[in-house]
Antibody, heavy 119, light 108 residues
Framework: EVQLVQSGAEVKEAGESLTISCQAS????????LGWVRQMPGKGLEWMGI????????RYTPSFQGQVTISVDKSIATAYLHWSSLRASDSAMYYC????????????WGQGTQVTIYS | SFVLTQAPSVSVAPGETAKITCGGD??????VHWYQQRPGQAPVLVVQ???DRPSGIPDRFSGSNSGNMATLTISRVEAGDEAHYYC???????????FGGGTKLSVL
């Protein structure tokens, strides 16, 4: 059974750094792109970027380029989303999602990580 | 890049049929995917490649896609279908997925 399990909710102060994680199981981790999606309160889904675990090829949408860092640790089948300096506007729910090859759907999702930033 | 347009809300009585649309320039040429997001939960893929249902999705959910409009149809609507529904295509020019703004389905 494919599962994506994300790390727990975070409450941080503006200016701090933060890394959240997404641990995969039930499939060959290296062979599927994994992406991150932001959902701000009461809003829709925004694509942030994606990583290919086999070679760590990483691609960001222009809105998030330079704002976050996506990485992977193949040895533990885990992807990460990192902020070096948080802002209040980063407060949101974040989801990881697996990209299905050829169809380009997002066939499995993590349960989400709530990030709350206070200033 | 690709722009997908969804109506903000649709209302339907239990047992009736709901149609949720997703507009885009020549979207009929694309594979369209639909996600259901119930309140407080993560999105779930309910239709992929315009008309295919992933394993475990009831056959009450179906999709179609032609011209400038893709449609998610939910037959015999139940209270548990009340959720936001998002369409998505993969934008080849940017190599990223693009989401519609979402439609809130209310079951009266």
């Amino acid at each position: 059974e494919v599962q994506l399990v994300q790390s727990g909710a975070e409450v941080k102060e503006a200016g701090e750094s933060l890394t959240i994680s997404c641990q995969a199981s039930g499939y060959q981790f290296n062979r599927y792109w994994l992406g991150w999606v932001r959902q701000m309160p009461g809003k829709g889904l925004e694509w942030m970027g994606i990583v290919y675990p086999a070679d760590s090829d990483t691609r960001y949408t222009p809105s998030f380029q330079g704002q976050v860092t996506i990485s992977v640790d193949k040895s533990i089948a885990t992807a990460y989303l990192h902020w070096s300096s948080l802002r209040a506007s980063d407060s949101a729910m974040y989801y990881c999602a697996r990209r299905r090859p050829l169809l380009d759907s997002l066939d499995f999702w993590g349960q989400g990580t709530q990030v709350t930033i206070y200033s | 890049s690709f722009v997908l347009t969804q109506a903000p809300s649709v209302s339907v009585a239990p047992g009736e049929t709901a149609k949720i649309t997703c507009g885009g320039d020549n979207i009929g040429r694309e594979g369209v995917h639909w996600y259901q997001q119930r309140p407080g939960q993560a999105p779930v893929l309910v239709v992929q490649d315009s008309r295919d249902r992933p394993s475990g999705i009831p056959d009450r959910f179906s999709g179609s896609n032609s011209g400038n409009m893709a449609t998610l149809t939910i037959s015999r609507v139940e209270a548990g279908d009340e959720a936001h529904y998002y369409c998505q295509v993969w934008d080849a020019s940017s190599d990223h997925p693009v989401f519609g703004g979402g439609t809130k389905l209310s079951v009266l």
